[in-house]
């Protein structure tokens, strides 16, 4: 009997390390997309000077509405951080609206997917609102002037097709994810 618990106890911590083996290496690959899509999406010609579609951000979407705060804060930063550094435009004007705006869309989009008020589209376009208005407003800290804001309505424009495929994507992602058979309770560290 003793012997069999001790064999039930092993198997259990097995299953364990082997799901938080996997959590690590999802996360690991979670990063490593969102960063390269953040690095190529900065070639991609966008109409207002130093923008971008935002395609990155659909894995801090993801995770924001179907993991969690923590995981999706950690998500923006890794992205953000990674993706500049491999971009050469860290602790550039560029890099700072970008983090903030990405840190500040992750805590919005996370508080409102746990009020459940919007579907995943409808919170993605609150994170691109939120985001776009937090870069403007470092962006115009940075430079001293509020010009830079005569390119909002454009931005916000082209923003909003950059939130619902961020949504699509984000939708598809968790159905990846359900079929791999990820835990609910999100991604272990």
């Not at 985001?131 to 923003?159: C, R």
């Amino acid at each position: 009997m003793r012997a069999k618990q001790d064999d039930n106890r092993v198997q259990k911590r097995k299953a364990q390390e082997r799901g938080r083996h996997r959590n690590v290496v999802v996360f690991g690959t979670m990063i490593a997309l969102s960063s390269v899509v953040y690095v190529v999406e900065g070639l991609v010609p966008f109409p207002v000077p130093g923008g971008k579609w935002g395609f990155s951000n659909f894995l801090v979407l993801y995770l924001s509405v179907f993991s969690g705060l923590s995981d999706a804060l950690l998500l923006a930063v890794s992205k953000s951080l990674l993706g500049s550094i491999l971009s050469g435009t860290i602790f550039t004007p560029g890099f700072f609206m970008g983090f903030f705006g990405s840190i500040a869309s992750a805590v919005v989009q996370s508080l409102f997917s746990r009020v459940k008020l919007f579907g995943v589209f409808g919170i993605s376009i609150l994170g691109m609102v939120t985001n776009n208005l937090v870069q403007f407003v470092v962006g115009s800290f940075l430079i001293g002037s509020n010009a830079i804001f005569v390119f909002l309505p454009l931005v916000m424009t082209l923003g909003t097709l950059g939130a619902l495929a961020n949504a699509y994507l984000a939708v598809k992602t968790h159905k990846i994810m359900l079929d791999m058979k990820m835990p609910k309770e999100g991604v272990e560290k």
